[in-house]
């Protein structure tokens, strides 16, 4: 099974090696490619928490990843040990914009 096409804000994808899930924040609307956890493509989540314990360091709970490009954004709800990438290229964390400064 791949990632499902299109990808939708809201929609919620699940590992299959590892207990990461993540939410779609932010999708191409045209054109999407596979997302993937450890090198294996993530599935639509099933109902409920993830069996198993969240172990490892390669997906943060809470934080926010976009690929590359910046042409999409998930939002991590459950960490796990594997590594998010877009098309085959790693996703990183996405970095908190500085508010303006109020006089």
């Avoid at 590892?18 to 639509?44: H, K, L, Q, Y």
């Avoid at 954004?73 to 908190?96: D, H, I, N, Q, R």
């Amino acid at each position: 099974m791949t990632t499902p096409s299109p990808l939708r804000p809201g929609q919620q994808l699940a590992s299959t090696d590892c207990s990461t899930r993540v939410v779609i924040v932010r999708a191409p609307s045209e054109d999407a490619r596979e997302i993937a956890c450890g090198g294996t493509a993530m599935v639509p989540a099933a109902p409920g928490r993830p069996s198993g314990p969240a172990t490892g360091t390669g997906t943060l709970l809470g934080k926010r990843y976009v690929d590359v490009d910046d042409t999409i954004e998930v939002l991590c709800t459950s960490p796990g040990s594997g590594e998010l990438s877009y098309a085959g290229v790693p996703m990183v964390v996405k970095s908190a914009q500085a508010l303006p400064a109020s006089d």
